[in-house]
C-alpha cells in the first residue's frame, strides 16, 4: 500500500479532538489524497486551517463517506451508533474514539503498542479505547510480558478536558464566577465521573477502565480496580498505580524496560523534583512515568506515577497511529484504495 494514497475524513472535526487529529495527521505526514471534515450541521461551514490549507466543515450524513478511505470518528458514541455503520458499507474502515464499539466482540480494541495484530480482525470498525485506559495499557503490557500481572489497583486524576470543550467551558466559567446547575462545581474541587447502570457505586469510566484492560490485554480475568476522579485541570490525565506481579521483581529492570519501550519515556528522580506532571506532558504523544518504587506491603509489587496528554495519546494520536498501522499492515479494504 505504500504507493497508495488515501481519502480520508474526520468526523467531530470542530471539537477538541477532532482538531487535534488534524495537527497529528500533518505532524505524521499522513498520505492522504483527499481530506473532508464533518460534522453536525451547526457547525457546517466552518473554516479551519490544516495542511496549509483551509477546509470547509461538511454536514456529517450517510451519504458523506462515499470514495472515503478511513474516517477518523470523535464526535460521540450516539453519532457513532448512527452513522459508522454507513461508513463501513460504502466501504470505508472507521477508527471510533467514542465508547460506542469499544466492548463489541467483533470490533478490535487497540493500543498500537500493544495489540497491533487485533487490527487484522477488524470488520469495518476499529475502536480508539478510553483515554485513562491507552496511557496505562502500553505499561501493563511491558511488565506483563516479563513478569506476569497478577492484580491491578488504579486512581486516576483526570483533567477536565475528558469532558470536552463543554468540560473546558464550564471550568474556564466558573473560575469568572459563572454559576452552573450542578450539585458539584469543578473549579477548586474534585469530581467523580457519571455513575455506571451496573453498580450504583461504581462510574462509567471505571466500568470501561476494567472491561477494556482486560479486553486490550486479553486477560479476561484480570483482577483489576479503577478509581476516577476528575481533576480542575484543562489537560493531561494522571494515574497513580499499584500493580502486583507473579514473578520476582527487580525495580532497576523495570525501570529499564519501561524506558526502553516504545511511546515510553521514564522520568524519576524525586530528590532533584523530576516526575511528569499533566502540565510538563501537554502537546507531547509519549506517556511518561515517574515515582517507580517498590511496594514494600506486598511481595513482588511496585507503585508507579504514568501521565499522558489525554487529548493526544490518549485520543487523536492513538487513532491517528491505528490509521498508519492500518496501512503498514497492508489492512485497508484495497479496492478503495486510490493511485
Known amino acids: 500500500m505504500q504507493n497508495k494514497t488515501l481519502n480520508i475524513a474526520v468526523v467531530g472535526a470542530t471539537g477538541l479532538v477532532g482538531r487535534t487529529m488534524l495537527k497529528v ?15 453536525s450541521v451547526r457547525s457546517v461551514g466552518t473554516k479551519i486551517q490544516a495542511f496549509r490549507k483551509e477546509y470547509i466543515v461538511e454536514e456529517l450524513t450517510d451519504n458523506s463517506f462515499e470514495n472515503i478511505d478511513i474516517a477518523l470518528f470523535s464526535a460521540g458514541g450516539g453519532t457513532s451508533l448512527q452513522f459508522a455503520p454507513a461508513a463501513v458499507k460504502a466501504g470505508c474502515i472507521v477508527i471510533d474514539n467514542s465508547s460506542a464499539w469499544r466492548m463489541d466482540s467483533e470490533v478490535p480494541l487497540i493500543v498500537p503498542e500493544v ?44 483533567s477536565i478536558s475528558g469532558a470536552g470543550q463543554a468540560g473546558v467551558d464550564r471550568l474556564l466559567g466558573e473560575l469568572e464566577g459563572n454559576k452552573y446547575d450542578s450539585k458539584h462545581q469543578i473549579a477548586f474541587n474534585t469530581m467523580f465521573h457519571a455513575v455506571s447502570t451496573s453498580d450504583e457505586n461504581t462510574s462509567e469510566e471505571e466500568l470501561k ?20 476522579v476528575r481533576l480542575p485541570i484543562l489537560g493531561g490525565h494522571a494515574e497513580s498505580v499499584n500493580i502486583e506481579l507473579e514473578n520476582e521483581i527487580n525495580i532497576e529492570d523495570i525501570r529499564k524496560l519501561l524506558d526502553n519501550a516504545d511511546g515510553i519515556e ?43 496528554d489525554n487529548i493526544r495519546k490518549g485520543a487523536a494520536t492513538n487513532a491517528v497511529q491505528i490509521a498508519l498501522k492500518l496501512i503498514e499492515l497492508d489492512n485497508l479494504n484495497t479496492n478503495r484504495a486510490h493511485q
Open 209 to 228: 477502565m476494567v472491561n477494556e484492560t482486560r479486553k486490550i490485554l486479553h486477560i479476561d480475568n484480570l483482577p483489576v480496580s479503577y478509581t476516577c
Open 115 to 158: 495489540n497491533p495484530e487485533d487490527i487484522k480482525l477488524h470488520k469495518g470498525i476499529i475502536a480508539n479505547p478510553n483515554c485513562s485506559t491507552i496511557q496505562l495499557m502500553p505499561v501493563l503490557d511491558v511488565l506483563h510480558k516479563r513478569y506476569t500481572l497478577k492484580r491491578v489497583i488504579c486512581s486516576t486524576y483526570q
Open 25 to 39: 495527521l500533518e505532524e505524521r505526514n499522513f498520505p492522504f489524497s483527499e481530506l473532508k471534515l464533518l460534522a
Open 266 to 308: 521514564v522520568a524519576d528522580n524525586l530528590k532533584q523534583e523530576v516526575y511528569p506532571t499533566p502540565q510538563s506532558v501537554n502537546g507531547k504523544d509519549n506517556i511518561f512515568i515517574g515515582r517507580i518504587r517498590r511496594d514494600l506491603s506486598a511481595r513482588n509489587a511496585c507503585n508507579l506515577w504514568v501521565v499522558a
